[in-house]
């Protein structure tokens, strides 16, 4: 997957640019609208005191290494934050490797060790409940104190919460959304549509054959949403097609018709001719359409597929006419 020129994955790959900035620190996954406000008020209070604005994360997320055969959770790759972040005014992303060596990092060596030793850290802005170091025994309050004695300023962002004034935005109510297939109000607490990147991988060409050709990706290390059809909509973002962005409908599942057995996205991209094998494809799923099911043959399944499609078209078509119309 293509690497964003603002994303570096270690201290060492770091510009000089980069010392001295304000830096948020948290996970970022699914770049939400709670995520979108912690960035929001450091990248303010990088501007007025003329610093960069870094983003610090940790890959893999620290649950994925603590229970690495726990079921696959993440909303979004690193390559995909990293572009929210930059259209968020972020000027850098570290992803710091998170390893043996980091899991046993205390509190204090990471803050002597890391922000201030190795980034020289004018200020460090995070979430209300961000605990830190070994044992996750750094608390926010810890982190001023240790600011207050060292020089930096630390900014907290209080709860971001929903409109009913109450609930907090969070990844998990997100993930949450997704297995039970709302996938419309998954994007209202992102701020976005949920976009799944891959590379375009050879299939069976079964798609092709029956007249709906798919553009076929793995769906990896991705949380798995509820399996069925969804209104989708793609934009290349490699190869000679690169920046082209096309409606179609994709099947996210098992195949059971076709005997599949591991989780795969299938997106028929309507009224669109070339080659996008190896090339890299950003997914946004916008509408759920239907749960996956099983048909009898080839030509019940060919069938429904046009039907999805339909669906699909007239889903845009509303969502078009709504827009104009406001």
């Known amino acids: 997957m293509t690497q964003p020129p603002n994303l570096y994955h270690s201290l060492d790959d770091l510009p000089p640019s980069a010392r001295g900035s304000l830096l948020a620190i948290g996970n970022f996954d699914g770049v939400h609208l709670g995520h979108q406000a912690v960035i929001e008020n450091a990248r303010a209070e990088a501007d007025a005191g003329n610093h960069p604005l870094g983003v610090m994360l940790f890959n893999p997320h ?29 000027d850098f992303t570290l992803a710091l490797p998170f390893d043996t060596n980091m899991a046993n990092c205390t509190a204090d060596e990471f803050i002597d060790r890391i922000l201030i030793g190795a980034l020289n850290i004018s200020g460090v802005s995070i979430g209300h409940d961000f605990h830190f170091g070994k044992g996750r025994q750094g608390t926010p309050d810890m982190l001023q104190q240790r600011g207050a004695a060292a020089g930096f300023d630390v900014f907290i962002t209080s709860a971001v919460v929903q409109a009913d004034g109450q609930t907090p935005y969070s990844s998990s109510a997100i993930r949450a959304l997704l297995r039970d297939a709302k996938v419309r109000e998954a994007a209202t607490l992102m701020g976005h549509d949920w976009i799944i990147e891959g590379t375009v991988q050879h299939g069976d060409k079964r798609g092709r054959t029956i007249g709906f050709p798919t553009a076929n990706m793995e769906l990896g290390d991705y949380l798995q949403p509820a399996f069925g059809v969804y209104a989708a909509r793609a934009e290349i973002l490699s190869g000679p097609l690169q920046g082209q962005v096309h409606d179609g409908v994709a099947n996210l599942g098992l195949r059971p018709t076709v005997g599949g057995t591991a989780p795969r996205l299938e997106t028929h991209l309507f009224d669109f001719s070339g080659d996008l094998y190896d090339a890299e494809l950003g997914v946004a799923l916008t509408d759920f359409i239907r749960a996956e099911q099983k048909f009898d043959g080839i030509d019940a399944l060919k069938a429904q597929i046009a039907r999805d499609s339909q669906a699909a078209r007239d ?12």
Do not use: N
């Not at 620290?62 to 005014?89: I, N």
């Not at 889903?315 to 406001?326: E, L, M, N």
């Open 62 to 90: 620290p649950r994925q290494f603590f229970a690495p055969d726990a079921p696959a959770f993440r909303l979004t790759r690193l390559p995909t934050r990293a572009r929210l972040l930059a259209g968020l005014g972020v």
């Open 315 to 326: 889903i845009f078509a509303k969502s078009a006419k709504s827009v104009t119309q406001s």
